[in-house]
């Protein structure tokens, strides 16, 4: 089972940034499709962004595209979540989730870490 471990949230005030990180464990890291959700008080879980297997295609809901930037490392089984311009809307516990069935289209998400908060001020 792929444990994986979100750090990098905090209190941060409006138009600042932040870097989420998310470490997997294994060895199968580079062949995981892996995205970021976020779930706000009261709201469902949202899809924020993903990123395929070797990093070369991305995709990002409406809400983030400019402002967030996900990328990975398969050397260090890490993906990131660069977040600049943040506003309080994305105040939520974001969460990293992997497709540990390597290489399917559509992805599958179906690991995910504990989450980390991240808390945007006015």
């Known amino acids: 089972q792929v444990q994986l471990v979100e750090s990098g949230g905090g209190l941060v005030q409006a138009g600042g940034s932040l870097r989420l990180s998310c470490v997997a464990s294994?060895?199968?890291?580079?062949?995981?499709?892996m995205a970021w959700y976020r779930q706000a008080p009261g709201k469902e879980r949202q899809f924020v962004a993903d990123?395929?297997?070797?990093?070369?295609?991305?995709r990002y809901a409406d809400s983030v595209k400019g402002r967030f930037t996900i990328s990975r490392d398969n050397a260090k089984n890490t993906v990131y979540l660069r977040m600049n311009s943040l506003k309080p809307e994305d105040t939520a516990v974001y969460y990293c989730?992997?497709?540990?069935?390597?290489?399917?289209?559509?992805?599958?998400?179906?690991?995910w870490g504990q989450g980390t908060q991240v808390t945007v001020s006015s």
């Open positions: 990123i395929s297997w070797s990093g070369g295609n991305t």
């Open positions: 989730a992997a497709d540990t069935g390597g290489w399917r289209i559509p992805y599958e998400f179906d690991a």
């Open positions: 294994g060895r199968s890291f580079s062949s995981y499709a």
